[in-house]
């Protein structure tokens, strides 16, 4: 026999479709279904209020569950294999992310999902606990002392903007102007530097002569004004 109609031979048998018995499909959905209410508790957990959203915490129980009846289809089948690649392949998604750790929980539920639906239960399990201990460890180590903001300044006179980049000078030298608008109503500034102290920093702005009001949002996504 030559390699032609070796591999011949062999696609043809993977053509075949070899249905999985009840008690596999039954075990799958419950390993998936446990394995996405974990990865919902630890999300829940690691998440600060700001970025949590109850909406994401349950899809990604679903995706989990959704995507191991995908692989119970497509793993016996080759042609059902081809079939659903070329069905998935039109969906398109635009949900925004808001925090790039969003991305690891979505490829944790979808590696779940394709592990539990092979039956590799054991791997299912190390990958999580992998995953867990690596986002605890994040957790715990101390964040830094200084935090990257951005600060906006309203003022009535623009002649306040050298006194402004000033006191932002001294508390970070490689500040950077975002942004800056004179209008008939005023003066206001948008800034980006490194601040120990936030709250120090707005209290001396804000004691500035013509200076109306001054706010800041942090890279957390928390806003103080």
Known sequence: MSVKDIIKSSFLEGMGYSAPTMKMILLSFLVALLLGCFIFIVYRLMTSHSFYSGHFGLSLILITVITTAIILTIQNSVIVSLGMVGALSIVRFRTAIKDP??????????????????????????????????????????????????????????????????????????????????????YSMMAELRCKDTEALMKKLYELENVNSVSVVAHGGKTTE
């Open 101 to 186: 750790l969003e991305l690891v929980y979505l490829f944790w539920a979808i590696s779940g999902g394709i592990i539990s639906g092979t039956g590799m239960i054991g791997l299912a399990i190390v990958l999580s606990l992998i995953i867990t201990l690596v986002l605890i460890a994040y957790k715990l180590i101390p964040s830094k002392k200084e935090d990257n903001i951005l600060l906006s300044v309203q003022a009535t006179d623009v002649a306040v903007s050298d006194k402004v980049k000033e006191v932002l000078g001294e508390t970070d030298e490689n500040f950077k102007v975002q942004s800056g608008n004179l209008s008939a109503g005023g």
